[in-house]
């Protein structure tokens, strides 16, 4: 079946710090991959997506590339500020639903 | 432009009470889908539906029951509560299958307490 695997939290960073979220998958074909984020409080909303391999998808200083040779699609920013803490979703969809990975909590410190 | 609502918000039930989770999107969409976030374990289906008149069972929906009988409403059941039904549901909507990139919108959550 289909499954992700990501990154246990909490992940505690200083501004500015790099982030990286590891996501691995795994699933038949040739699925969407997606993050998603959840601020405190929210529902979870689209951070960015790729739908083939090395696609690479970009939103708000986020990037993911599609890597199907090692079944990744990990998620990093080069300078995160405060506004950034929230919990982070890796997803793929092969085709009707998606399956999450367990969520990973970013901690941001000013 | 609401985007996709929840009611309630919050609710505490007792042992062997039943309820019902509206969900209302007004984006006319098609895919409608109802999920549950428990700690550690991400976000799970429950239910999804993807057409008015449709439902078909997700990864855990034993225990509850689902109606589409307008479009734009996804209703989620719970006919006898348990304290494993303890979690926070959300409700999503998309235009058509996220396999095709189509992004899927959430509410905001209702967080459910059974006793």
């Known amino acids: 079946g289909n499954s992700v695997t990501q990154m246990e939290g909490p992940v505690t960073l200083s501004e500015e710090a790099f982030l990286t979220i590891n996501c691995t998958y795994t699933a038949t074909g040739y699925p969407s991959l997606f993050w998603y984020v959840q601020y405190p409080g929210e529902g979870l909303q689209l951070l960015l997506k790729a739908t083939k391999a090395d696609d690479k998808g970009s939103n708000k200083g986020f990037e993911a590339t599609y890597r199907k040779e090692t079944t990744s699609f990990h998620l990093e920013k080069g300078s995160v500020q405060v506004s950034d803490s929230a919990v982070y979703f890796c997803?793929?969809?092969?085709?009707?639903?998606?399956?999450f990975g367990g969520g990973t909590r970013v901690l941001v410190k000013p | 432009n609401a985007g996709v609502t929840q009611t309630p918000k919050f609710r505490v039930l007792k042992t062997g009470q039943s309820m019902t989770l509206l969900c209302a999107q007004d984006m006319n969409h098609e895919y409608m889908y109802w999920y549950r976030q428990d700690p550690g374990m991400g976000l799970r289906l429950i239910h999804y539906?993807?057409?008015?008149?449709?439902?078909a069972k997700g990864e855990v929906p034993d225990g509850y029951n689902v109606s589409r009988l307008k479009k734009q409403n996804f209703l989620l059941g719970l006919e006898s509560a348990a304290p494993s039904q303890t979690s926070v549901y959300f409700c999503a909507s998309s235009f058509d299958t996220s396999g095709k990139g189509y992004e899927q919108f959430f509410g905001p959550g209702t967080r459910l307490t059974v006793l």
């Open positions: 997803a793929l969809d092969p085709g009707n639903k998606l399956t």
């Open positions: 539906s993807v057409g008015e008149g449709t439902t």
